[in-house]
């Protein structure tokens, strides 16, 4: 990491109070990402991924308890007050969310939900503010700006919509943009366009990025960092080449190995990673990941594994049977 | 947006038709002559006969209806056997009353209604929320006439502000015309505010949940501009709905709470028309209140499209 990091998440845990229990759904999370750097977190549905970045917006459900800091441009959100915590959020900290289909309101035509956010944050004047819409609309790729502006969310496709949202985002010149799975809810055929559009814009802007996925794919020629989560808890963090070359975390490569391959043949069976995640309500005891890593042996199951330095800077894993270290076999 | 009104209006042509004939049946129906009415007890079957025959009562009722219809559509709704005062005269004289009381009976309840609910569900769950549900379930079950003696007990008798009862036209006195007013229209608005904070609070909580809503927060608007125009627009369409059936409700004016103030409305003329046996106004009355309700229910269908942008564009 060089220089003071822009953003740094710093012993972050969530808890979510539950009828069945208390749910951990973050456990001491440390993450950090510089100035006009890209950050990738990937997981499975329900590793906590996106209740992390709910925790740095400080948009969490009212029952969830945070702990930890979430320092962000030298200041700890968690203890901001609401004025000055809302006057950052839209101005330096924007966030793109996963479906775009229900991230805009359908009852405000597109130019209100953007100028109202370019009026709050810019002072800019009806006629300064139109006119800046204007020319975000075009620079997200939507054709005839103008007449969008007077158009509803219903009007225009999925893709279009999270362009409009990317552009509300990127209104106020942010310093982080938090994309939370922004391609989920999209077509395959526009996911790369997206992801495309919000690479481009993050170097223009020179705008730090967390990309949220649950693709390894997305994240590989994308971002500098990645930080796998698994079961609320980070487990493995890298320089994004590091990653790709030499993962050592088995749950790394059981979610690479679960993307299909373009040049399988057919019927090939995908190799699904075998059972669940744990249950957040009943942590267990060792490694959260050990009931489904072919890996595992008996220290595995019986205590936690730390996040760990790599022999390479910056890179940093959570497990006792490593990969890419002295051959191992499976138990 | 003009085909929608359109479509909107020519669906209410079946609708009218059946409420002019069910409106018709309803008089006809009722026991009893009308030649009878008028002429009284000690009248000879001669002169009834005659009668009958001078109204058209010796026709079978399809004629009548079609004659009567007829008549209704040349703005004739017929005239007062008693009074010799013709529908439209007795109405024009007695609706004005029922519209002031029903405005500010509205205004009363929504300015009671739409704070406490935006407020009930910001805090859903807290001591606040279960305090005002809970009020509001107990102020829905105090009936009109209870509430109008307990507001005259303390505002006409203890604290001698208002008028307990009676009635002057806005043309002579429009401050005493309000005045007059006050206390019949807040007697209606507490019994309808309850409803009206129930129906906006659940659809209000729901809205909050929406993802455009975390949006607008992480956009960093101000709260205000998040629950006023991000969340209250679009949960307000129930709440839209039941003002319009109180508004059409109203219209036919509240038989108990013009008695109780003593307002000459819509609802006195009724009642005096029932108990006359002037079968003609009741006919002529209902058949405008009934025109009322409906078109109420027009405006509300054009309040939802004017809310919500996918009904205008028949998406939703």
């Not at chain 1, 020179?206 to 971002?223: N, Q, S």
């Not at chain 2, 036209?169 to 015309?177: A, Q, S």
Request: hydrophobic share 45%.
């Amino acid at each position: 990491m060089k220089g003071p990091a822009l953003l740094s998440v710093e012993g972050v845990a969530v808890d979510l109070p539950t009828p069945r229990g208390n749910l951990r759904a973050v456990d001491h999370v440390d993450l950090s990402i510089g100035a006009g750097r890209t950050l990738g977190i990937v997981g499975e549905s329900g590793c906590g991924k996106t209740m992390l970045s709910r925790a740095i917006l400080q948009l969490l459900p009212k029952k969830a308890k945070l702990s930890g800091r979430v320092m962000f441009d030298g200041q700890d959100l968690v203890c901001l007050d609401r004025e000055r915590l809302r006057k950052l959020r839209g101005r330096s900290l924007a966030v793109v969310f996963q479906d775009p289909m229900t991230s805009l309101n359908p009852v405000l035509t597109i130019g209100t939900q953007l100028i109202e956010t370019l009026q709050e944050h810019l002072e800019l004047d009806g006629v300064a503010a139109k006119m800046r819409s204007v020319e975000l609309l075009a620079a997200v790729g939507i054709p005839a700006p103008e007449q969008r502006l007077m158009q509803y969310p219903h009007q225009l496709s999925g893709g279009m919509r999270q362009r409009v949202a990317i552009a509300i985002a990127l209104s106020c010149e942010p310093k982080l943009l938090i994309a939370d799975e922004p391609t989920t809810a999209l077509d395959v055929t526009i996911q790369a366009q997206i992801l495309d559009l919000l690479a481009r814009e993050q170097r223009r802007r020179h705008m730090a990025m967390i990309i949220i996925t649950h693709d390894l794919g997305v994240v590989a020629g994308r971002t500098d960092e990645v930080a796998v989560m698994y079961a609320g808890r980070v487990v493995e963090r890298a320089p994004t080449p590091d990653l790709f070359k030499k993962m050592r975390m088995p749950y790394t490569e059981a979610l690479l190995a679960a993307i299909p391959k373009i040049d399988a043949k057919p019927h090939t069976p995908l190799p699904a990673i075998s059972g669940r995640p744990p249950d957040p309500t009943r942590p267990l005891k060792g490694c959260s990941f050990s009931p489904r890593c072919k890996y595992a042996w008996a220290q595995c199951q019986v205590e936690k594994p730390p996040l760990e330095d790599a022999d390479s800077p910056g890179h940093q894993y959570a497990c006792f049977r490593p990969l890419n270290t002295e051959a191992i076999a499976p138990a | 947006m003009l085909g929608f009104v359109a479509r909107r209006l020519l669906y209410l042509v079946p609708v009218l038709l059946a409420v002019s004939l069910l409106t018709f049946l309803i008089a006809s129906l009722l026991p009893g002559d009308l030649a009878y009415t008028i002429l009284g007890d000690q009248a000879t079957p001669e002169k009834v006969a005659a009668l009958r025959h001078d109204m058209g009562l010796d026709q079978p009722i399809w004629w009548r209806y079609l004659s009567w219809l007829g008549n209704v559509l040349q703005g004739d709704f017929g005239r007062s056997f008693r009074t010799g005062q013709t529908v439209l005269q007795a109405v024009a004289e007695r609706l004005p009353v029922s519209l002031e009381l029903m405005l500010l009976a509205q205004i009363g309840a929504l300015t009671i209604g739409i704070p406490l609910a935006i407020a009930c569900a910001v805090r859903s769950g807290s001591a606040f929320d279960r305090f005002m549900t809970g009020s509001a379930f107990s102020m829905l079950s105090v009936p009109a006439f209870l509430s109008a003696i307990l507001l005259i007990y303390l505002f006409a008798v203890e604290l001698r502000w208002l008028p307990a009862t009676g009635y002057i036209p806005f043309h002579e006195d429009p401050v005493g015309n309000l005045r007059c007013f006050l206390l019949p229209a807040l007697t209606l608005a507490l019994g309808e505010w309850p409803v009206l904070m129930r129906v906006l609070r659940s659809d209000m909580i729901q809205t909050l949940q929406e993802d455009y809503i975390a949006m607008a927060r992480a956009k960093g608007l101000k709260p205000s501009r998040i629950l006023l125009v991000h969340a209250l627009k679009p949960s307000s369409l129930t709440l839209v709905t039941v003002t319009g059936i109180n508004i059409g409700r109203l219209i036919g004016g509240t038989v108990i709470v013009e008695s109780i103030f003593a307002l000459p409305g819509i609802g006195r003329l009724l009642l005096s028309a029932i108990f006359t046996r002037d079968l003609i106004i009741l006919q002529g009355v209902v058949l405008i209140v009934a025109l009322g309700y409906v078109l109420i229910n027009f405006i509300v269908d054009l309040l939802y499209a004017v809310l919500d942008p996918r009904i205008r564009h028949g998406h939703a």
